[in-house]
């Protein structure tokens, strides 16, 4: 009977040792690295970390491959149409393919959670999100890979690496309220704000800003002079922002001074409040920069274009040189 008990009990310890040595040293390493921001997003977008997470091992092997390396691309995204950043070429199902390329990891994670708010993708969000085989096939069926085996590969990494413990709701507030309490966003104070420059003060938009709406925002919304902007992505339309925070596409429009025949396009930085008659912090003064439109200043500080005209004495729809130095407040 001992030698029986001693027999099992070698056997249990021997299969705890194997499922721990089988696991891969560098996805581990992954895994503790950006499991937090997977979990941000998915309280962001409701896409579920897991699911994430097992994309983003799976395209960049583990942020080894030479796409990831080299462009910080984790989830293989490529150019599209609309894509107007930055961009490599690699071989992937043809040679020479587009891909995406970003200037931190971070990116490409919020990058990613967009791309999967597209209409091809909707069908996703009626699964539970602890449903990650759901996700799984859900993401094969909608063509986010050619592969047959991916939903297979994805759920094997989940399953392997206990993946699906990150989709937990608790799990993932306690990690976006570290997020947010470390973020260099939520560290600066007031003060230090004023020495930076815009794009380090930009301030994300508290949760209480737009009441009812807050639901229905699928945008990383943040501030520039105290007014609240989007960077649009290449699927967005005046219609469709407009819609999401509770306006008409005229009155967006008037916020950011654009005409009627200038359409969305992605990468573009649209204000979803009316900008101010001056700035509120430094610089109180630009030098305009090559190729530099007073629209282009205007949106840079969110500031209404005839006010800077007003400011500098200057004659509405007056052109701005080279070097030349403009008020702003």
Not at 134 to 139: D, T
Not at 261 to 268: F, P, Q
Request: glycine share 4%; net charge positive; charged share 30%.
């Amino acid at each position: 009977m001992k030698k029986v008990v001693l027999l099992i009990l070698f056997a249990c310890v021997t299969n705890t040792l194997f499922s721990q040595t089988k696991k891969n040293a560098t996805y581990v390493a992954y895994i503790e690295k950006y499991a937090e921001i997977a979990m941000v997003e998915q309280s962001r977008h409701k896409i579920p970390a897991c699911i994430t997470l097992a994309q983003a091992l799976l395209e960049s092997s583990a942020g080894q491959s030479e796409l990831s390396v080299s462009s910080n691309n984790h989830f293989g995204i490529k150019c599209h149409s609309n894509w107007e950043g930055e961009r490599v070429y690699h071989d992937d199902d043809k040679k020479g393919e587009c891909f995406r390329k970003y200037e931190k990891v971070i990116d490409s994670y919020e990058d990613h959670s967009l791309f999967l708010k597209r209409d091809r993708y909707k069908l996703l969000f009626t699964y539970k999100i602890t449903d990650y085989k759901a996700w799984a096939y859900g993401l094969k069926a909608a063509g986010y890979a050619t592969d047959p085996q991916y939903p297979d590969k994805l759920i094997k990494i989940i399953e392997d690496y206990d993946l699906a413990a990150y989709t937990d709701p608790k799990r993932v507030k306690e990690a976006t309220d570290n997020y947010n309490n470390h973020s260099p966003k939520a560290s600066t104070s007031s003060k230090d704000k004023e020495q930076v420059s815009e794009k380090e003060s930009a301030e994300v938009v508290s949760d209480m800003e737009f009441g009812a709406l807050n639901m229905y925002i699928i945008h990383d919304v943040k501030k520039t002079n105290n007014v609240a902007y989007i960077i649009t992505t290449s699927t967005d339309t005046w219609a469709s922002i407009a819609k999401e925070f509770g306006l008409k596409e005229r009155e967006l429009r008037k916020f950011n001074e654009y005409p009627n025949d200038v359409e969305i396009k992605a990468g573009m930085k649209i204000y979803v409040q009316a900008k101010k008659n001056k700035v509120s912090t430094k610089p109180f003064v630009h030098t305009v920069d090559y190729n530099e439109s007073m629209h282009d200043i205007a949106q840079k500080y969110g500031v209404k274009m005839l006010s800077i005209y007003k400011l500098n004495g200057k004659e509405k729809w007056s052109k701005v040189k080279v070097g030349e130095k403009l008020k702003l407040k």
